[in-house]
């Protein structure tokens, strides 16, 4: 399994930015998004299930929507009235299980600044 996300970039405080996280590879289930910011440690941002359950950190409740396409493996979060503390790297995770064990898998992390 890879993990492929893209759609950082540099955006202005109150701006939007999508995230994309495609999945080649076997299927997996619950997948998603942590961020590191400069000096801290990694966080869970939110994640969703198959199903399309969902749970957020308290900081980004009702800017932050994680969504998932299982036809096409893709997850998203779209980020809504950035913050600059929002500016971190971000990195989409998937579960998977098989025989009997749980793999995890990261993919590289993608960079979103937000600038004030």
């Known amino acids: 399994v890879q993990l492929q996300a893209s759609g950082g970039g540099l955006v202005q405080a109150g701006g939007s930015l999508r995230l994309s996280c495609v999945v080649s590879?076997?299927?997996?289930?619950?997948m998603a998004w942590y961020r590191r910011s400069p000096g801290k440690r990694r966080e869970l941002v939110a994640q969703?299930?198959?199903?399309?359950?969902?749970n957020y950190v308290d900081a980004v409740k009702g800017r932050f929507f994680i969504s998932r396409d299982n036809t096409k493996r893709t997850m998203f979060l779209q980020m809504n009235s950035l913050k600059e503390e929002d500016t971190a790297v971000y990195y989409c995770?998937?579960?998977?299980?098989?025989?009997?064990?749980?793999?995890?898998?990261w993919g590289k992390g993608t960079l979103v600044t937000v600038s004030s």
């Open positions: 969703i299930t198959r199903g399309g359950k969902t």
């Open positions: 995770n998937a579960e998977r299980r098989a025989n009997g064990e749980w793999y995890d898998y």
């Open positions: 590879g076997f299927s997996v289930g619950v």
